[in-house]
């Protein structure tokens, strides 16, 4: 069964950009392009969605969107920098009004007392400059809840910013 919750996420923020003409793009590592999917199971999605980064990688995080090493290696791929240097890169590296980043531990492994299974951290940007940060501590909530959770959360960043365009 689909999820409404999330379909429905998805088409508000779908028609306010169609309905200001904005378009968008994601750069996503612990949803592994969920929130991309989200969008693009929507027909008419095309006149929004413009691509989606799949970094689930360090290397890919500065490959595709020129994530400093320095960052990455100073405050790690679960960080507020890091979240925040992969929105700024999808801007740069995408033809979009809006982008929106989310860097996580899912789990069910990879926490440690530092950064623990289910933290996740979001980042959403735009071309004028505006960026915002959010930092949830789902907890070991399962992978999967943490990974939908992280999707609700994205989509509602990007709708807080596309009502503010």
Known sequence: ???KELHDAARALLDLCIKKKLTLATAESCTGGM???AL???AGSSAVVERGFVTYSNKA??????VP?????????VSRETAEAMAKGALAHAPVDLAVSITGIAGPGGG????PVGLVHFAAGSRGGR???HEHKFGDIGREQVRRLSVL???AMLRELAEKK
């Open 35 to 37: 929130v991309a999917a």
């Open 153 to 155: 959360q994205a989509l």
């Open 112 to 115: 440690s007392a530092d950064k």
């Open 1 to 3: 069964m689909p999820d």
């Open 69 to 77: 090493p320095t960052t990455l290696n100073k405050y790690g791929a």
């Open 131 to 133: 960026l915002i940060h």
């Open 61 to 66: 995080k500065q490959q595709m969107l020129g």
């Open 40 to 42: 693009t199971e929507i």
